[in-house]
Nanobody, 115 residues
């Protein structure tokens, strides 16, 4: 069983930056695919960014060039650096880990971007 705990969400003005962190309760392995999703009020949860054990990344088109996902396996942590934030980035951000056929989610952290 893996527990994921997100942190770093906050209220920020448009154009600002935030760094989200997701700490796993146990080791993360190179086979783990980790990612960030978000859910805005009244909308479905959507992929923001994912990163594989080999550090291959994939981003949603709406955040490409502004957000950067990274992972530190030694610290069992994945990060999401968010720059040039926009009001439409406002959402609850969730950490996700996929290991073989199992999937784990964090509880989420609120990001609010004011205009």
């Amino acid at each position: 069983q893996v527990q994921l705990v997100e942190s770093g969400g906050d209220l920020v003005q448009a154009g600002g930056s935030l760094r989200l962190s997701c700490a796993a309760s146990g080791r993360i392995f190179s086979i783990d695919v980790m990612g960030w999703y978000r859910q805005a009020p009244g909308k479905q949860r959507e992929l923001v960014a994912i990163i594989t054990g080999g550090d291959s990344t994939n981003y949603a088109g709406s955040v490409k060039g502004r957000f950067t996902v990274s992972r530190d396996n030694a610290k069992n942590t994945v990060y999401l650096q968010m720059n040039s934030l926009k009001p439409e980035d406002t959402a609850v951000y969730y950490c996700n880990l996929v290991r073989a056929v199992r999937e784990y989610w964090g509880q989420g952290t609120q990001v609010t971007v004011s205009s």
